[in-house]
C-alpha cells in the first residue's frame, strides 16, 4: 500500500493480509482457535515471542484485517474491532478510567453513552458532567483535577451540532486529559479527528463502516500504547470482541465506503435544500446549510455533511407521527447509514423514556424528524417526502 493513495483506494486495499493460495478476496477465519506445531510453540506465542494467533478473543487474522485498514484510514497507529459500538465507546473509556476519576461529555450524545456514564460508570465510583461542547470555555471550567477524559461525537444526533476538534484536542492536550471522539457519523472519509489533535476515535461500524444493515459492530483506534491496554486487558477480560464473520462482512462493506458516502452526502444536501424551502417544514437541521451551526467547519474539520439530517415540521405530534406513517420509500427505523433510507420521530421513539421537561431540555420537539439518507435515486426520495407533507 502506498502511503499517498487516496482515501478511496486505502479503503478497497489497505490492511489487506495476502493469502497463500492467492485469493483475491481475504478468506473468513471462522475458527475459535489455533494450532501449535508444539507446546514449545504454544508457549512462545503466550509469553509473546513467537507472534502468531492463540484463540480468537485475543486476535484473529480477518479481525487483524479490519483493524488495521481503519487503523490506516483513520490514521492511527492501531484499532480494535468489538461486538457493537457501545463496546468500542465502553472499551475506550474503561482502558482510560479508573475509579474516582471524572469524564466530561458533550451534552448531548449517543443515548446509550449517557447511561453508560450516568447508570454504569457512577455505580464503579466514576463521575461524568455534561457540558456544551459548541463552547469550549464552558468544558475548560469543567475540568477537575480528577479529570480523565474528554468525550463527544460530532457531528451529534439529533440536532447535528459540530465541535471544534482543534479546540478540544488543545484542552485536552493542555490538562493531560484523554480527547475521545466518536466519528460515526462521518467516517474517516470524511473527517479523520486523529489529524486535529484527538487521542482516540471510536466508530459504531454498524452504520456507515459497514454501510448493509446487516452487523452490529464497533471499532476503537489510537495509538500503540493505549490499543494495547484496549485490547490485552479490556476487551480480553470484559470479551466484547467482533465476530471474525462479522468483521468480514464489514471489509466487504467498507470497499465501497468512499463511494457510497459521497452519495450519501450527494442526496442529503439535495433533500436539505427540498426541505429548507418547503412551507411545511419549520426548521431543518443539517450541517450543509449555511443556516446551520456546523456549516463552518465544512471543508476544514468535515469534508461534506453526510447523510443524516433532522428538520421540525409545521405540525403536532400527532400530525407528526402520521407523516412518518405515511411515508412509502422510507423505512421507520433507527440506525443510520444503510442504503435504505431511514425515518424516526425521536418525541416517540428513541426519546419516550424521557420526561417531558428532560426532552424539552434536550430539544426534542413533537415535530422533531430524523431521517437517514440512502443510496435510492435522490428523486425518488424527495417524491416521497414531498407527497408526506402534502398530506399535512
Ligand atoms: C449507533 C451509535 C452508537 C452505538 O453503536 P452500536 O453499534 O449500536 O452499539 C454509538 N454512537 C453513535 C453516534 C451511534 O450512532
Known amino acids: 500500500m502506498k502511503n499517498t493513495w487516496s482515501i478511496s483506494t486505502k479503503a478497497i486495499h489497505a490492511g489487506k493480509i495476502s493469502d497463500p493460495n492467492g485469493a483475491l478476496v481475504s478468506p473468513l477465519s471462522q475458527s475459535a482457535t489455533f494450532v501449535f506445531d508444539s507446546v514449545e510453540q504454544g508457549g512462545a506465542r503466550f509469553s509473546g515471542d513467537e507472534q502468531g494467533y492463540i484463540y480468537t478473543r485475543l486476535g484473529n487474522p480477518t479481525t487483524t484485517e479490519l483493524e488495521n485498514k481503519i487503523a490506516v484510514l483513520e490514521g492511527a497507529e492501531d484499532a480494535a474491532a468489538t461486538a457493537s ?39 464503579f465510583g466514576i463521575e461524568s458532567t455534561f457540558v456544551d461542547f459548541t463552547d469550549i ?9 480528577n479529570t480523565k477524559v474528554l468525550f463527544c461525537e460530532t457531528p451529534v444526533n439529533p440536532h447535528l451540532e459540530v465541535y471544534d476538534l482543534v479546540a478540544i484536542a488543545g484542552l485536552a492536550k493542555q490538562h493531560d486529559v484523554t480527547s475521545i471522539v466518536d466519528n460515526t457519523f462521518m467516517t474517516p472519509v470524511l473527517q479523520r479527528p486523529l489529524e486535529f489533535g484527538i487521542d482516540m476515535v471510536v466508530h459504531s461500524a454498524t452504520k456507515y463502516l459497514n454501510g448493509h444493515g446487516d452487523v452490529v459492530a464497533g471499532i476503537v483506534c489510537g495509538n500503540k500504547q493505549i490499543m494495547e491496554k484496549v485490547k490485552f486487558e479490556i476487551i480480553k477480560d470484559i470479551g466484547g470482541i467482533i465476530s471474525p464473520h462479522d468483521a468480514w462482512l464489514i471489509l466487504r462493506g467498507m470497499k465501497t465506503l468512499d463511494v457510497r458516502v459521497q452519495r450519501h452526502c450527494d442526496n442529503a444536501e439535495k433533500v436539505a435544500d427540498f426541505l429548507e424551502s418547503h412551507p411545511k417544514v419549520a426548521k431543518v437541521y443539517y450541517p450543509g446549510l449555511d443556516s446551520h451551526q456546523g456549516s463552518e467547519f465544512i471543508g476544514t474539520q468535515m469534508q461534506r455533511a453526510g447523510g443524516v439530517m433532522a428538520f421540525e415540521l409545521e405540525a403536532d405530534l400527532k400530525s407528526s407521527m402520521k407523516f412518518v406513517n405515511s411515508l412509502e420509500l422510507f423505512s421507520i427505523a433507527v440506525s443510520l447509514g444503510d442504503a435504505e433510507s431511514l425515518i424516526q420521530h425521536p418525541a416517540s421513539m428513541t426519546h419516550s423514556p424521557y420526561t417531558e421537561e428532560a426532552r424539552a431540555e434536550a430539544g426534542i420537539t413533537d415535530n422533531l424528524i430524523r431521517i437517514s439518507i440512502g443510496l435510492e435515486n435522490v428523486e425518488d426520495i424527495i417524491e416521497d417526502l414531498a407527497a408526506g407533507l402534502m398530506r399535512l
Not at 482502558?95 to 449517557?114: E, K, M, P
Not at 470555555?137 to 477537575?144: D, G, L, M, S, Y
Open 85 to 123: 459500538g457501545m463496546a468500542a465507546v465502553s472499551s475506550a473509556l474503561l482502558a482510560n478510567l479508573a475509579q474516582g476519576d471524572h469524564v466530561i461529555a458533550s451534552r448531548t450524545v449517543y443515548g446509550c453513552c449517557f447511561s453508560l456514564l450516568t447508570h454504569q460508570f457512577e455505580r
Open 137 to 145: 470555555e464552558k468544558v475548560r471550567a469543567a475540568i477537575k483535577p
